[in-house]
């Protein structure tokens, strides 16, 4: 259970979709003045080096981030522009600030303000110690070594009564795809009002079939979904797309990324590339 390491998928088609959603999110929360909350249950190292022997083990990023460094897509703009001003300006190895990318809680840091806050959970003891020490200097930020989905029912309600709340854990065991499901319930019912997004990836059809049909039968309302994916579904291994399911979701969300998704995955994928954009449940 402690085997996943996000270092080798940094960068990725997932992680552009993953993070997309999130900057858009973080964006519209800052809209008021009033404060937010954002947290993090799987929250990894925070910041990853593309030229790692764990990056460059399959080279992920290449069809992800690598292939969008150089966009000028108004559409891409804020979340091209909040990936380079999460990277370090220097570093001691001597790496280009391009050859890093950020995990989701560096890339929250980034739209944190003064009255903001963050709870960051991660159990993986190397990947907790990197994070760790990331967010060490920032007082807005909390880290802890924990189940995130245990933490996330104990931090709800927040007092601030709005906020992000990102769900990606690795599934790495079958049963996570169920636990999602019972975490969102659980969650929901104590903080209504928040947004949440949860990750997913697609390598068998029928558990995301599902986790859809889960969510839709729990009766929360305004869920959307988004995937993007390098070619369409196979009985091979491997993840052949990802999604996004967004509760709450921001009212331009659905329309920017209707707009968005083919263009990326086509720029990404090519002709094999594939997109969804769908609503779950209305209001």
């Keep these: 259970m402690l085997s996943y390491r996000h270092a ?44 790692s022997a764990e990056a460059e083990k399959n080279a992920e990023f290449e069809t992800g981030i690598g292939r969008l460094q150089n966009s000028d897509w108004p559409e891409l703009q804020s979340y091209l522009e909040a990936v380079a001003s999460s990277r370090p300006a220097h570093d001691q190895s001597g790496l280009a600030a391009s050859q890093f990318y950020p995990g989701s809680p560096r890339l929250g840091q980034l739209f944190l303000r003064e009255q903001d806050r963050a709870q960051l959970f991660e159990l993986h003891p190397q990947d907790f110690r990197l994070l760790d020490e990331l967010m060490a200097t920032d007082r807005r930020i909390r880290v802890e070594q924990s189940d995130g989905f245990k ?9 601030e009564r709005r906020g992000l709340v990102l ?17 969102l319930i659980k969650a929901h019912r104590r903080f209504a009002t928040g947004i949440y997004a949860l990750w997913y990836p ?3 059809r029928s558990r995301i079939n599902k986790l859809e049909q889960q969510l839709k039968a729990s009766g929360i309302a305004r869920i959307q979904l988004f ?6 579904d196979t009985e091979g291994r491997g993840m052949t797309s990802s999604g996004m399911i967004v509760i709450n979701p921001p009212w331009t969300l659905k329309d920017k990324m209707q707009n968005l998704l083919p ?3 086509q720029h990404l994928g090519g002709e094999q590339g594939v997109w969804r954009c769908e609503e779950l449940a209305g209001e």
């Design 263 to 265: 263009k990326l995955s």
């Design 227 to 232: 995937e993007l994916g390098l070619s369409a």
């Design 151 to 159: 933490g996330l029912i104990a931090a709800l309600p927040p007092r």
């Design 167 to 183: 769900i990606d854990p690795p599934y790495e065991i079958k049963s996570d795809y169920e636990l999602v499901v019972e975490t």
């Design 202 to 204: 697609v390598v068998e």
């Design 8 to 51: 080798f998928h940094a960068g990725n088609f997932a992680d552009v979709l993953k993070h997309l959603i999130q900057v858009e999110i973080l964006q519209y929360l800052q809209q008021k003045e009033k404060p937010f909350v954002y947290i993090d249950t799987h929250s990894g190292a925070g910041l990853y080096s593309l030229q």
